[in-house]
Nanobody
Framework: VQLQASGGGVVQAGGSLRLSCVVS????????MGWYRQAPGNQRESIAI???????NYHDSVKGRFTISRDNAKKVVYLQMNSLKPEDTAVYYC?????????????WGQGTQVTVSS
């Protein structure tokens, strides 16, 4: 199982970016999918989670600005980021719970850099 994240880049404050993460490999089911970020000197934090049924949960710092969504058929999770702020600068990682009928393992993507300039 592999997760491939893309869509990061450099944007000015107030701008937008859309991250994508594709899950590939031997997959029977994909449950929770999410986006995390880690800024220099900080711990990795969860910013958005989406269940297989579409229920979402957000970190308070991104509520109203970021939107997580998924395409179950394509096994892709997206993160639409609007009204970006310099404090959103970080490496963004996607994560997915993938497995068989009876067992799930958590997998991580390689990370994509998001830089927001003031």
């Amino acid at each position: 199982v592999q997760l491939q994240a893309s869509g990061g880049g450099v944007v000015q404050a107030g701008g937008s970016l859309r991250l994508s993460c594709v899950v590939s490999g031997s997959i029977f089911r994909v449950e929770n999918m999410g986006w995390y970020r880690q800024a220099p000197g900080n711990q990795r934090e969860s910013i958005a989670i989406i269940t297989s049924g579409g229920t979402t949960n957000y970190h308070d710092s991104v509520k109203g600005r970021f939107t997580i969504s998924r395409d179950n058929a394509k096994k892709v999770v997206y993160l639409q980021m609007n009204s970006l702020k310099p404090e959103d600068t970080a490496v963004y990682y996607c994560s997915a719970e993938v497995g068989s009928l009876y067992r799930l393992n958590n997998y991580w993507g390689q990370g994509t850099q998001v830089t927001v300039s003031s």
